[in-house]
């Protein structure tokens, strides 16, 4: 909702995640590094952008994207039409993918150092499809209720058999891109279609169903892509490949200075608007020319849309001036010291709090503790998806730094993946797969990317093309395990949701009272002789609270009512005025009588209503009466006509 006080929360919000993020640079410039950076000033400017950016940018996917997603998936499904649906799918992922900048980054980082072998825009269109093809097959499953994990556990056997063909120079870059294809727009808006299409479908749980189209479009580019460097790598002649420049101080330093200018914002906005215009048309198109339908609340979601813009374009530009120039430098100041572990704990570090700060998470996190009804809590599985980006781009780092083959390890790590998701509860199993697309966004790719061809630069022995990619696999990967941890441990401890735990509540309750009104085993002595009997027989005692002038009244309503015997208390009571000054009203004299009788449950209907009436206890009359069931009755007399 558009208001000041959704903002307020969400910059608060933000300013908590950014602050990881901050303890790990200063920790490591000041306690590592020993050494204050030039441009702190511009660092702390450009983190406050970051916040500020992120807060706005939820605030936009809150009022434009996932309202207006959610709503066309609920009108294809309703539509019925199978075939404009999985075109929706496919235009969406193409559209939104051919235009990711993570991926032109790295597109063309791939081909300035494959000697021209790999094309920059070839590769984003086989990515772009390879994501548009994921999301048909993730519609697909959602409409015929596939369960997910057989999808992607032969998606995994594809990969590892792609790779077994695949050249050296193609694997590592072709894991990356599994990665870098969910972009901070994608993401919610893919996950508002799976949703939007999972909840309207009769049969289908949101939950279960609803997840898994971020995990498609992760997966297929890795297959995609080896498929791609196949044909590239067999049907390209072999030429000089040139050696990717070693990241020097001065390289370093002059990558920190961030050109901070008008013209400057004017692109960054413009390239912005540039990755949300094919989305905005894609939606805009099948609305009004196949749906033929107005989109409601459109100034929202425009102004949503706008939002999206100008928080993503702050986001962006906080990142350069705060981040991504610190980032840069240390980088190449960490491969000067003598010492692995420096490396390998500033890759951890760096990896949480990247994570915890990345938008794209956010947002599906608050979607999947929405539609899970508080059974997932958000923040924390947050915390889980940053632990498992933090493990991965560790192991990541060691495996540039000691060598060793990619594939080894991410195929160690799809086996782990693999068991879990026959252990892990079933409505863990989709989120889970969907992190691993999630992590690897705007705030993650760049730096990571850095880190791994900084690395691989600077020790001696290692190839960038080969070994430099990689890091952002292992960042997609390693969430898949942590997250079904995750749903192992809130399974174990027995974490329920609120509608779970408001049932558990109301169960509880029944079960309470079917105890207490199950016929208790009562021994009841007969009038008029010297019997007594053990009936499994249920009690209630009422209570008939008047003035002790009411008394003989209250005794005859009762009587004619059924009740059989009468205990009479004295009361002395006071009502709301006096509470306010009741310390000299303490020791009154009495005025009340309390009448208790104890009954057949199936009688105190009979007596309280008579007691009303003939009182007018809810009208001009005064007193009070009320029941409550008892068990284990001994030496209550009754008439044998009673019994």
Not at 206 to 221: C, E, K, M, N, R
Not at 549 to 564: I, N, Q, V
């Amino acid at each position: 909702m558009l208001n000041l006080k959704t903002f307020l929360q969400l910059l608060k919000e933000s300013f908590r995640d950014l602050l990881p993020i901050v303890l790990v640079i200063m920790f490591f410039q000041l306690a590592i590094i020993q050494s204050i950076p030039d441009n702190w000033l511009s660092t702390a400017i450009g983190l406050t952008i970051v916040g500020v950016g992120l807060a706005v940018f939820l605030l936009g996917l809150e009022v434009g994207i996932f309202p207006v997603g959610e709503g066309l998936a609920s009108d294809f499904a309703h539509k019925g039409s199978t075939v404009w649906i999985l075109l929706f799918g496919f235009m969406i992922g193409f559209g939104t993918t051919v235009a990711e900048p993570a991926l032109i980054v790295i597109a063309q980082k791939a081909a300035s150092i494959s000697a021209g072998r790999i094309d920059a825009t070839t590769l984003r269109m086989v990515v772009a499809f390879s994501v548009g093809f994921a999301i048909v097959l993730g519609v697909w499953r959602i409409i015929k209720g596939h369960p997910i994990h057989y999808y992607i556990i032969s998606g995994y056997v594809l990969v590892v058999a792609a790779t077994a063909f695949a050249p050296r120079e193609i694997v590592g870059l072709a894991y990356d891109l599994g990665g870098v294809t969910t972009s901070t727009v994608t993401v919610p808006l893919v996950a508002a279609l799976g949703i939007g299409l999972a909840s309207t479908i009769k049969g289908r749980n949101p939950v279960l169903d609803g997840f898994g189209l971020i995990a498609f479009a992760s997966l297929t580019p890795m297959i995609f892509v080896q498929i791609y460097g196949i044909i590239v790598y067999n049907f390209i002649d072999i030429g000089h490949i040139p050696q990717f420049a070693p990241i020097t101080e001065e390289v370093a330093t002059a990558a920190a200075e961030y050109n901070f200018s008008l013209i400057e914002i004017l692109k960054g906005l413009v390239g912005v608007v540039m990755d949300v215009a094919p989305i905005l048309a894609i939606i805009l198109f099948f609305q009004y020319i196949i749906l033929k339908k107005p989109i409601e609340n459109l100034k929202q979601v425009l102004i949503g849309f706008g939002l999206v813009i100008l928080g993503l374009d702050a986001f962006i530009v906080g990142l350069e001036m705060g981040l991504f120039s610190v980032g840069e430098m240390m980088a190449y100041e960490l491969t000067q010291y003598d010492n692995n572990i420096i490396i390998y704990s500033f890759g951890f570090f760096i990896g949480f709090s990247t994570t915890m700060a990345e938008p794209s998470l956010t947002a599906i996190a608050r979607k999947a503790k929405e539609i899970s009804d508080g059974k997932i809590n958000d923040f924390v599985l947050r915390l889980f998806v940053a632990l498992g980006v933090a493990i991965g781009i560790s192991l990541g780092a060691y495996r540039i730094v000691v060598g060793g083959e990619i594939v080894y390890y991410i195929m160690a790590g799809y086996l782990f993946v693999i068991v879990l998701t026959f252990l892990a509860p079933k409505y863990i199993i989709p989120i889970a797969y969907d992190s691993g697309g999630v992590t690897t966004s705007t705030v993650t790719v760049p730096l990571v990317a850095a880190i791994g061809l900084g690395l691989a630069t600077n020790i001696p022995g290692r190839d960038p093309l080969i070994d430099g990619f990689g890091l952002i696999a292992f960042a997609s990967l390693f969430p898949m395990i942590t997250v079904m941890l995750y749903g192992l441990i809130t399974e174990r401890i027995g974490v329920k949701g609120e509608h779970e735990k408001e049932q558990l509540h109301m169960d509880e309750l029944r079960h309470a009272i079917e105890d207490v009104h199950n016929m208790q085993l009562a021994t009841i002595n007969v009038e008029g002789t010297d019997k007594s009997h053990s009936y499994e027989m249920s009690f209630s005692a009422v209570h008939v609270i008047v003035p002790k002038e009411k008394l003989e009244d209250a005794l005859l309503a009762a009587r004619e009512a059924g009740a059989r015997g009468v205990t009479i208390m004295d009361a002395h009571g006071m009502g709301l005025a006096e509470m306010e000054n009741f310390y000299n009203r303490l020791h009154a004299d009495v005025t009340d009588a309390n009448l208790m009788f104890i009954t057949k449950t199936k009688n105190v209907d009979r007596i309280i209503k008579e007691v009303l009436t003939k009182l007018d206890i809810t009208g001009e009359g005064q007193g009070l009466t009320f029941a409550y069931p008892v068990s284990h009755i001994k030496g209550l007399r009754l008439k044998i006509d009673d019994l």
